[in-house]
C-alpha cells in the first residue's frame, strides 16, 4: 500500500537527483498499471473461487 501511495505521489513530489518529472511520471505509470492489473486479477480470482466456470463469468 505504500509503495502506492508513493507512486500516486511521485508527480506532484519534487524531483531527487536526477530523477526528473520527466522521468518519474512515466516510470509511474509504469509501475502502477501492473499493480492495479495484478489487483484486478487477483480480486476476479477470489470472486470465482469455488464456482463452476459457467458461473464465474457474467454471461455475454
Known sequence: MAVLVLVLLMP?????GSL???VATPL?????APLVLL???IADARRAW???PEEAAPPF
Open 12 to 16: 506532484v513530489l519534487k524531483p531527487v
Open 20 to 22: 526528473t518529472a520527466a
Open 28 to 32: 509511474a505509470a509504469a509501475i502502477a
Open 39 to 41: 489487483a484486478v486479477a
Open 50 to 52: 469455488g464456482h463452476p
